[in-house]
């Protein structure tokens, strides 16, 4: 077809452009059929990343930039970013004019350096744009110590490239987990777990007491929601996995109460701190948690807790918190100030990005509104920070196990400071699947793989750094966005998208460094449809990963038996995007999503394929003896306590109870799929019947202590 037809007209390059930047043209569904992406996505997903092509293409602009591609590598003196594992040798391309000699150094992090070694790897020379390249080889060691280097070339007539050359680990090895012993935790949204003297929400103190709560039965960690921050403006985000920033922590998670200067409040201001509180808490008969109550009120007390003077030694601890944040601490409360002033116009135009012209100015104007944003940043680390110390000092081995979302808001202080780290013409998500039959958009942003690569993987590496400062474990939701991810150009349906690729080697291994230089382990939530060399890459480097009841399956449907589960893994009964395990039973997820018009199938369909899944469940338990044979109709608490029963008898490294579980509660946290439709990430935690459960009655509850006896025996 002629060069000036559009790009569609020669599918064949299209797909050859499109696989030539990792973009994926065709996925299997959840059906097991083989699905083409559409030219329209292509071309759009390409143009996100930075390919000259776009919609309105040609077959001429793509052959073009097909061929453009093919010389990609030989435009740059050094690849962007060099990752290698240590103990390993690299070679790496060097290219320079035809003819000219290069010396390749590295330069590590202590300062040290020495010259690479050339070797003789005869390539002929490149024409590109005119003139010929030539390319060196050279020879990256393989003892080099682990960290964060770089290397710089010296082309002949002085010119100098730099990139950065980052060792990681081989594989990771926890000390935690060194013991050979299979541990067990908790699994909890710490934001719904509240005490009757938190403010409407559970808090940085409340994380600590039911820290303590899980050490008392002898949980070796708890695994709770992210923490990351979100907009200081109303109305508050209410999910976890969409913050404006992983790097920082969200200040509604302090207890205004426990900051040290609280002693220091006269009389008339504790009267209204405690004023505030109960009106955060809001009417006792309120069913839901209200953020934007919450932090209104919270936000007042905070201030007047600001303002009073600090002892020189807590004045001298906050300015080196603050020199330790540098120049991404002051951004980000520098957002945080101007989208406080904005409100809910939003940010104008001079002020949309930290290099917009009017952000300068604001910067002075704000000076004391950026100061007060960092010190919540401050506080808010030290009260998470004295969770993390109470698991130790009680014994628990791995203590707070974080968990990282898998992208950011798109109107947040990550896109606003590093705009061109992210494709923001397309949206992350997931493909159609037997629980979301619709597709799921998540509304993130994804990180461009180019502009990550350039940045020698900061981003990345910084987002891990802030995960471990108060953790001893880390999960990553969606772990296989470090392989990749699906884009969804936006205003397309999430069934229009396609995969993107990363590096996952240097992705992998960049937060394995991290980790280990942290002491800390790795989980992936490798769910879903994943293919099987990728659970045995992240096995070989020390991930473990995500392992829940209800999709262990074997290839006739039955429940998988306990003995195959995986090793490397960290195995529960449920999750956070499923109800739980009682709601679960009585088929709550069917029910809600017939409701809202989620479903592609018939609901009785649906319905009747809960029943088999339960049936063939409740059959395997019999089978293990956890149900007696004469049990025709066990209770809802039987099936549960058996389930944990059978999820203890797997070789699962680490298994966990949800707390939800532990309780009775029914009602999901989220229901994958909505966003208005159902109060997603608002739930109290409740008994059966609905009632909340407050922090301190768990100790007497003897549900809760049954369920932790059964988790117990991971160590029998």
Known sequence: MGGSAPAAGDMESLRRLAESNGVATGFWDWYGRRRDVSADSLLAVLEALDVPVGRGSTVDEVRAALARAEDGEWRSTLPDCIVVRQGSAREIPVHVPHGDWVRVSYVLEDGSRGDLVQLGRWVPPREIDGHLVGRATMLVPDWLPLGWHRLVATVEGGSEHCAPLIVVPERLEPAALSDGLRHWGVSAQMYSVRSRGSWGIGDAVDLADLAALCADHGADFLLINPVHASSPALPMERSPYLPVTRRWVNPLYIRPEAVEEYAALPDDQRRRVEELRQAARGPEESPLIDRDRVWGAKREALELLYRVPRSYHRESEFRAFAARGGPDLEGFALWCALVERAGEDGLSPDCARADAPGVGPARVEASDRIEFWMWCQWIVGLQMGDAQRVCTGLGMGIG?????????????????????????????????????????????????????????????????????????????????????????PRGTPAAQGTYVSYDHEAMVGVVLLEAQRAGAAVIGEDLGTVEPWVRGYLADRGVLGTSVLWFEKEGSGWPLHADRYRRDVLATVTTHDLPPTAGYLDGVQTTLRDRLGLLVDDVETVRAADRVERERMLQRLREYGLIGADQAEPSTRQVVEALHRYIVRTPSRLVAASLVDAVGDTRPQNLPGTNREYPNWCMPLCDAQGREVALEDLPSDPRLTALFDIMGQVRA
């Open 400 to 488: 707070i196990m974080g968990d990282l979302a898998v992208g950011v808001h798109r109107n947040g202080s990550e896109t606003w400071a590093e705009p061109g780290m992210f494709a923001r013409s397309m949206s992350v998500g997931a493909p159609p699947d037997m629980y979301s039959q619709q597709g799921q958009d998540w509304s993130q942003p994804p990180w461009s793989p180019r502009a990550l690569a350039r940045s020698g993987y900061r981003p990345l590496r910084d987002m891990v750094r802030a995960a471990l400062a108060h953790a001893g474990a880390v999960r990553l939701d969606h772990i296989l966005g470090l392989f990749r991810l699906w884009w969804i």
